[in-house]
């Protein structure tokens, strides 16, 4: 098990992380007043609950408010944020599953709703002080490091759970975006890591560039740049718990320079790129 702790710029900001080497899932534990996260997306599940304090967070294109006691769902590529809207902040804790790993294990646990990336939950809060339980417990079993078999058997139990938390795959992103946001996201997908401008997303969109950032919006809830923001950043976080070093994952993923990475890795993230490496990797800089 390896683990890292940051502190922030302010002493009310700390944020403590652990990893488990063997399946890949990460376990933070965070304390933020005023702003927390830029708006961003995660290639994993997130799975938590608010110990503390009042959590605000946009998700879904929604103003979601959590409180103790309320679970905390959010699926792979949902854009969110957060803040604290509340004097004395909010504590939280918050699990990264894999969705490779959700995936073999809902199959070997025949829970055939969460074996595709297109999973998402019904509610991105819930009500439910069992289900918060046995988030915890699973938290605690990553976080305190409690053994292989106190974490087989609080995962066997959290991902039953989250089974019944599950609704149809959304569409935003799917057959519903407009042909020209869809063929703009892809040139941006296919090119992430080039020096790309607006004028060629919208010539191969097919529409002038001002409509084309109107409907890649209302598409996709973000504009074109900031969705290659987070494509960069999801690499990143790739790379770096694979090892590779800040400065290498900035001109593998497109950003100009190790700073530009960390500048934007921050806002997102709260730690820096060399941080999480070493959560991850547990190998110096």
Request: net charge neutral; proline share 5%.
């Amino acid at each position: 098990m390896t683990t890292a702790t940051v502190f922030n710029e302010h002493a009310d900001h700390w944020l403590a992380a652990r990893r488990d080497p063997e399946t890949g899932i990460e376990g933070l534990r965070a304390h933020f007043s005023g702003h927390a996260y830029d708006p961003h997306d995660h290639d994993d599940m997130l799975i938590g609950y608010t110990e503390q304090g009042v959590q605000r967070f946009q998700c879904h294109r929604s103003l979601h408010t959590s409180v103790p006691g309320r679970a905390i769902l959010i699926e792979p590529g949902a854009l969110h944020d957060g803040h604290a809207p509340e004097a004395g902040g909010f504590t939280y804790a918050m699990l990264y599953l894999p969705q490779a790993w959700v995936e073999r294990a809902a199959h070997e646990l025949n829970l055939p709703g969460l074996r595709s990336v297109e999973a998402a939950f019904s509610r991105t809060l819930v009500d439910d002080r069992r289900l918060v339980d046995v988030i915890r417990t699973a938290f605690h079993a990553i976080y305190h490091d409690e053994g292989r078999l106190a974490r087989d058997q609080a995962f066997d139990r959290l991902l039953t759970q989250l089974s019944g938390q599950l609704r149809d795959a959304p569409s935003i992103g799917g057959v519903t975006a407009p042909l020209a946001a869809l063929r703009a996201r892809d040139l941006l997908h296919e090119q992430m890591d080039g020096n790309i401008g607006l004028d060629e997303l919208a010539t191969v969109a097919g529409i002038d560039r001002f409509r084309l950032t109107r409907l890649f919006k209302r598409a996709f809830g973000t504009s074109p740049h900031a969705y290659l923001v987070r494509l960069r950043l999801r690499a990143a976080r790739r790379l770096l718990a694979a090892g590779h070093r800040p400065a290498q994952v900035a001109a593998i993923v497109g950003f100009s320079d190790q700073s530009h990475l960390g500048r934007w890795f921050h806002r997102a993230y709260r730690m820096t790129p060399a941080a999480y490496r070493r959560m991850c990797t547990n190998v110096p800089d």
